[in-house]
């Protein structure tokens, strides 16, 4: 370390030191100092003991939104986005009690659901061939009853092939 950047150090961590001496009993201190677009400059000095977050909380509390960008949010989103697939995909799930289990679980169980739904549609889709076909062998039904299921099978057969590709 740079004797700068040494003498830095100090001259902040003694200020931090006369803050907390005024500061609510179990109070804790963080000072950040960034250079905007220069992340290798960046300076944390924090209490032992400081949640980092609790800082992060305390931040929100005073304004900081979820809505700016920034490298962490685009990151745990990633998590997210990434954890929902291999959910849904039933492959890779997080260790026991981890956060991410939440979202691993939302993806498989929309997974299982449209399994569940083009299971079911494929099974209508076919008893509705066998009673058309039927009804064509029997030639006793109105043409209009004919026509409306061809054209139900139309949008379940476009139905199937979107949710199984």
Partial sequence: MSAILQRFHQVANDALVKISAHCLPGAKIALVIYTPGKPEEDIILKDQGLDDNEVVSSLRRRGLSIDGDNAYKRDLCD???????????????????????????????????????????????????????????????????????????????????????
């Fill in 79 to 165: 998590a997210i986005v990434g954890t929902l697939a291999f959910g849904a995909q039933d492959r890779c799930p997080p260790p026991e009690g981890h956060w991410a289990q939440m979202f691993w679980d939302m993806g498989r169980g929309s997974a299982s659901n449209t399994e569940e739904l083009v299971a079911a549609l494929k099974l209508t889709r076919e008893n509705l061939r066998a009673c058309q076909a039927t009804i064509h062998l029997c030639g006793g039904f109105h043409p209009a009853y004919v026509d409306d299921a061809q054209a139900a099978m139309k949008v379940a057969d476009a139905a199937l092939a979107k949710a199984t590709r």
